[in-house]
């Protein structure tokens, strides 16, 4: 990654404005890195909870509602909008749009990420924007994984009894990042996935979803109980941007990622 080459500022209207959950009690480990007169350095460590084991969830779909099929070969956009951490476990055509059950492997963030005050206070995400360019055009980033996608995290968002958060970044594969950068490390999670654009808001009944606070409730209150889930504050939701066009001023690909548990 080149040092400026960062397309925040293409898709600032989608910002997130989310409520953050404390680093510990949220059971993931947080590595800040900031530069102030001198490199300072500091490392949060939480037990995760409520987390269920890969090998023996078994995930059981049987009879949720009709207009539900289930999909159980993979498919092009699959194959073209899945994540290095990720295996998109199960596919579900619910409405007409897809909805994916996607799990994660550990994964390291590396961007700039800034809190609330308070748990009535938004994070000022001008700033944290602000910070994340200027740690981008003091020294590029290490080992980014994915060079065309980019991620926009809202911490806490789940939790009102925590501050808010929010982090602009991206997958990284080492926690050795210059001193501007902020490291985020996360524990195996699962997430349901969708892709936000005209058709979904269509499908579900909703206006287009058109930047500020992103429809997590889309999944939480609609769909993740029809499917046997239920949202989880334990793990950041993501909106996950890929693809730019720079003629259309957008990227091609949006996608929401919730955190989810069995219920």
């Known amino acids: ?38 490199a300072h350095r500091f490392l949060m460590t939480g037990h995760p909870g409520m987390l269920y084991s890969t090998v023996s969830w078994q995930v059981q779909h049987t009879g949720i509602v009709t ?38 492997k550990e994964t390291i963030w590396c961007g700039k990420i800034g809190y609330a005050a308070d748990n009535k206070e938004e994070p000022d995400v001008e700033k944290i924007l ?10 590029p980033a290490a080992d980014r994984c994915e060079e065309d996608w980019d991620v926009c995290m809202s911490l806490n968002y789940l939790s009102g009894e925590r501050p808010r958060g929010v982090m602009f970044g991206f997958l990284a594969g080492t926690e050795n990042q210059p001193a501007g950068y902020d490291v985020l490390k996360l524990p195996p999670a699962f ?3 969708l892709r936000i654009c005209g058709e979904t808001s269509a499908a579900l009944g909703h206006q287009p979803w058109k930047g500020g606070v992103p429809p997590y409730g889309w999944i939480t209150e609609e769909i993740a109980p029809q499917l046997g889930f239920a949202g989880t504050d334990a793990f950041p939701v993501f909106e996950y941007y890929g693809s730019y066009d720079p003629e259309k001023g957008e990227h091609k690909y949006c996608y929401l990622y919730v955190p989810v548990i069995k219920i």
């Open 67 to 104: 207009e539900m099929q289930l999909i159980r070969q993979e498919s092009e956009e699959n194959m073209t909008t899945e994540h290095p951490q990720e295996t998109i476990m199960e596919t579900w055509n619910y409405k007409g749009i897809k909805v994916d059950f996607a799990e994660w």
């Open 1 to 38: 990654m080149q040092a400026g080459k960062v397309n925040w500022l293409r898709f600032c209207r989608f910002l997130i404005i989310l409520p953050v959950f404390d680093d510990r009690a949220s059971g993931y480990a947080v590595q800040h890195s900031f530069t102030a007169g001198a």
């Open 130 to 139: 602000s910070g994340f360019f200027a740690a981008n055009a003091a020294e």
């Open 191 to 193: 997430y349901l996935r």
